[in-house]
């Protein structure tokens, strides 16, 4: 996921790098818009150059007819987004699954009510599920749209399940919240529905939770709140730790991250609440994520289907059927996303609730995989992945607690192609469904997932998993030791107290003047919701686009999509393009310093000439209490702990994992079940993590104690002959042991014959015989 190189240069103070990059990205973003204006001028003259006068005034007739023609066109996708949007009002907004489905349980008919539901996916024809493999529970996000990206189409997330076999859930959720409900109802609520799949599969392995974005941290509440019923869990492009970013590495690449500073903080979440007579409007979060990128939302989508026409039109009005669907809040859950998570970065603190109790991501006992992609300006890498470092602070505590994290890290796909590309699911997708499968049987640890292209016609993927350390992976992301995260402290001060203001002086006399009448209305003329409905048949000044454009398409006289005079086109489009990036860039560059400059003033005032605190020097991993505790037990325990340290003294290799090897290693704990001990799979892990603890710190003495822990010589005779079925296994036998492992096996047998005193020696040689050949 991460390279695990720390970075050796020193890294300057934040304050002195404010006005520098500040001006340096203010210089890129205007070079960058000079250098694209510059090609697109010269191809446009190099394309006009090779028409001769004769041929350009015929071109130029054949491309004129053409470009009012899909332009005709164009404005009739248009009304038909339009129509489109009020006919998906009028059905309740339902999801935009792409498979058929039925729904088995409802929330609105729970104790506490509240808008969400359990779906059961239907296989479509020719796909076969097995009852026993993992189910999967697909939890999509509820940040101003309605659910169903996450199986949008058939290559995504629920498809790539499908195909694997396995049993597929997906959560979903109604436009309208009920009457009071809150996320910890939510919580509960999802809680409900993870029990129940897990009693409608006894046979199969937990079920596996996927979150996606805004459902990532649901997730992670929900495996929080209910450790037993909860498998792995795959959060992907999911904001844990809100303060996290990259500052100066790119022009203002995260602008939401700033976003509750510059705007005084959470009140205008509550304004708005208020002003909707107390529902929040998701259009208000949709808006917010199409000011982030101006020429997308203004050019690019918008002349991606007018220069392709017929190709464009289909693809353009399925998406916008999910994009334009707007959902609702009840103001006491945006209140508590804004002020707990967004602005607040409580999450992995655990001072989140539900039930009535504290949530605390501690308490997940299943494996984490964590998806994020460096291309992602929603949810950087490093809001996706600094909560491990918050949580756990060290790799040994990970292993100690008996934790695995596995990340994966995209190189550029932007935040929502990592939910709807097709590519993602047909790649990265379903390498994490493959590694899902085996990942209950990797030893604790943090884990990078490396996924390598094989040579060949037909696209094959290898997975391996590198050993990360966690020390390591947060120095590399975070440039500045978090030291940048400082403001946010500040921001988050201010905003409590703009909080705190604007509910006792402003808050009762909006609330006095807003009516559901004045909400709906309020809704209606949201400027998402106007561009639609007002280009659609609802408008009667546009009763004539439909027949023009039918007769449009029986007369249709395209012109090939790479003419001179199209170049041209494509390449003033670009210009238009490239000017709406530069004022981004801009804006972006100047947001940041901006919010630096001021709560890096605030701060300094507070410290009240304080030198700046430094980055704690991190003790050797030998002095971590989590380390000194497992040394100090390194004779407790039995068969359990010792059958663990063996396994560690003679498997353990810093190297890449590969998936086979991860996959053979979960046959064999499934083949070998009889002769392991009868625990949670989460309770082996946190003792496999101790023992590797102990085996790493204390080799010597952890094979010395060996017989302390198997004083019972039924034990003793149990773990030779488990090391001697699991040896003489021709899976096994495949891969030769290195010669480490051999001499690490007499030392094993060596120890146990010396206390054994005769008994079970008689096999102990089988055991060096089999592994020595």
Known sequence: MFESTRSTVPAPSLPEEISHVLLHRSGLAVERLATRWRQATEQSLLELSKLVPTSLAVESCHYGVDLAQRTVLFWDILRQRGNNFIEHERQGLPPVLHFDYEMIMDGRQFERPVNYALLRILPPPGVS???????????????????????????????????????????????????????????????????????????????????????????????????????????????????????????????????????????????????????????????????????????????????????????????????????????????????????????????????????????????????????????????????????????????????????????????????????????????????????????????????HTLAGEAARYEVSLEPLRLEEVSARLNRYQRQDEKPFQVAAEIASVNQQLYERFARPWVKALATPQSAELGRMWHPLRSQRWLLSDLNPWLGWLPSAATAVRAQRQPLPPKTALHAVEAQGAEMLSALLDGYKSLRDAWSEAYFFTLYGCLLAAGEDGQPAVMPEVQPAPRELPVVKQALARIEMGGYAQALARVAYLLGHRDEPLPLSRLQLAQELITDYQDWLPGLPADELRRIGGEQELIARFAPTRAIATLPVLLRDPQDRQRLLALLQQVLADPRVQSTPPSRQQRAMLKRINAVLDSDVLGQGTRQQPAVVEEVEG
């Open 129 to 451: 599920i097995d009852p026993r493999r993992r189910p999967y529970v697909i939890i999509d996000p509820r940040g101003g749209h309605g659910p169903g990206i996450g199986g949008f189409k058939a290559d995504s997330q629920v498809g790539v399940a499908l195909q694997g076999g396995h049993p597929v859930y997906f959560v979903i959720f109604f436009p309208h919240p009920e009457a009071g409900q809150t996320i910890a109802d939510i919580s509960q609520a999802e809680c409900e529905f993870v029990r129940h799949v897990r009693a409608l599969h006894p046979e199969a392995p937990k079920p596996g939770v996927v979150g996606n974005c805004q459902a990532g941290w649901a997730s992670m509440m929900l495996a929080a709140g209910n450790p037993e019923a909860v498998g792995p869990v795959l959060i992907i492009g999911a904001p844990m730790s809100y303060w996290g970013g990259a500052w100066s590495e790119g022009a203002g690449d995260n602008p939401m991250r700033y976003a509750g500073g510059l705007l005084g903080g959470t009140w205008l979440a509550s304004l708005c609440a208020d002003l909707g007579a107390g529902v929040f409007d998701g259009a208000w979060l949709v808006q917010n994520f199409e000011n982030l990128n101006p020429a997308n939302t203004f050019c690019d989508k918008y002349y991606k289907v007018l220069a392709n026409i017929e190709g464009e039109a289909q693809r353009f009005l399925e998406f916008e059927r999910w994009w334009g669907g707007y959902y609702l809040l009840n103001g006491g859950e945006i209140e508590w996303i804004t002020q707990k998570l967004f602005v607040g970065n409580n999450l992995w603190s655990g001072a989140v609730e539900g039930d009535s109790q504290a949530l605390d991501v501690r308490n997940i006992t299943s494996p984490i995989v964590v998806f994020a992609s460096a291309g992602d300006n929603i949810t950087p890498p490093q809001q996706a992945f600094n909560w491990v470092s918050d949580v756990f602070g060290s790799t040994e505590e990970i292993k100690a607690r008996g934790q695995v994290i596995v990340g994966l890290m995209h190189e550029d796909v932007g935040h929502l192609g990592i939910f709807v590309s097709g590519k993602v699911a047909n790649k990265e997708g379903q390498q994490l469904a493959s590694v899902l499968e085996a990942i209950e049987a990797l030893p604790p640890g943090l884990y990078g997932m490396q996924i």
